[in-house]
């Protein structure tokens, strides 16, 4: 039988509306890390149901120190005011997600992808996706400590995005840091909007 | 021995929701809901288990991802057990959701938001 909440977890209740960005990104590059620093609350996990088989697929010999993998979606959330709360949901990145993408990406604002500059190529199958959805996206570079540093114009360039696509770098541990990314993700969606 | 044709976990949450795999309210994973309080006689377990869960909420709201969690179960799942509960008169959206794509108001409101937080 699950129990009560605690106060402290409810929203507040003159929320009136709430908005929804999603945190993508390729296995391992920080998703989870970046949702927690943002959000008020410890980052939630929820699962769901796939088949046993994709989930021995995954590719844990890149990062061999995480002896687990995303199989759902961490989410956390933040109150932007009395009556407005953004929720930021870190997905994975991987085709076989689609159903889940998709029911993730309808009524999002934008998506931010994070990417590890040690391997770029990863993000490709999730740009992919994102433009097939036509969602709207910013790139930040989660600029993991010991990782080379490329030109922002380099990476631009390696991960062939158009040439209006903000492209960052930021520091998922740190919450100013990836508020910033949030900022540069949104004023984009905000110019991208025809005006009335 | 014969062995089971099917995961029962697999199985379950279809049953959970009578067979069905889409809410009859537009209830999204980030849906915030608020609950009634009070008993409610006639109601099955799954639906007592998620009114349980707002027993200390003080008027406060849930998001549909934080209830599929805190449930442990399957956010499509959760959606079509809120919006059970939405028909019943047992829990309300905190908005109306009815566009595919926000209206540009929304992502004003975000910026603002972030800009005064960061």
Redesign the interface.
């Known amino acids: 039988m699950a129990s009560a909440l605690t106060p402290d977890r409810f929203v507040a209740p003159t929320v009136t509306a709430t908005a929804k960005i999603v945190v993508a990104g390729a296995f391992g590059v920080g998703k989870t890390t970046f949702v927690g620093s943002v959000s008020e609350v410890p980052p939630v996990h929820m699962e769901e149901t796939i088949t046993r088989a994709s989930a021995l697929v995954d590719d844990l010999a890149r990062t061999p120190q995480k002896s687990t993998t995303t199989v759902g979606v961490d989410f956390g959330r933040k109150h932007l005011g009395d009556d407005l709360v953004l929720y930021l949901f870190g997905t994975p990145g991987q085709a076989r997600f689609r159903f889940l993408w998709e029911e993730l990406l309808v009524g999002a604002l934008g998506a931010l992808v994070l990417v590890d500059p040690r391997d770029l190529d990863a993000s490709h199958e999730i740009l992919a996706l994102l433009e097939e959805a036509e969602v709207a996206y910013a790139v930040a570079v989660n600029q993991f400590d010991g990782a080379p540093r490329y030109p922002l114009a380099e990476i631009h360039e390696a991960l062939a995005l158009e040439g209006h696509t903000p492209l960052s770098v930021c520091d998922a541990r740190e919450r100013a840091s990836c508020m910033q990314a949030l900022i540069q993700l949104t004023e984009y969606l905000a110019r991208l909007e025809p005006r009335p | 021995m014969s062995r089971p044709r099917q995961?029962p976990?697999?199985v379950r949450?279809y049953v959970r929701t009578g067979g069905r795999t889409r809410p009859s309210t537009d209830v999204?994973?980030?849906?915030?809901v608020?609950a009634a309080t009070g008993t409610h006689p006639g109601l099955n377990a799954d639906g007592r288990?998620?009114l349980?869960?707002?027993?200390?909420?003080?008027?406060?709201?849930?998001?549909v991802?934080?209830i599929?969690?805190?449930?442990a179960l399957?956010?499509?799942t959760t959606r079509i057990l809120v919006a059970d509960l939405i028909g019943l008169g047992l829990m309300t959206l905190?908005?109306a959701?009815d566009?595919?794509?926000?209206p540009?108001s929304?992502?004003?409101?975000?910026?603002?938001?972030?800009?005064?937080?960061?």
């Open positions: 995961d976990d697999l949450p999204r994973l980030e849906s915030v608020f288990r998620l349980a869960l707002f027993a200390g909420a003080r008027g406060g709201g849930l998001a991802a934080e599929a969690s805190e449930l399957p956010p499509s905190a908005q959701q566009a595919d794509r926000p540009v929304l992502i004003e409101r975000v910026l603002h938001g972030l800009r005064a937080h960061a």
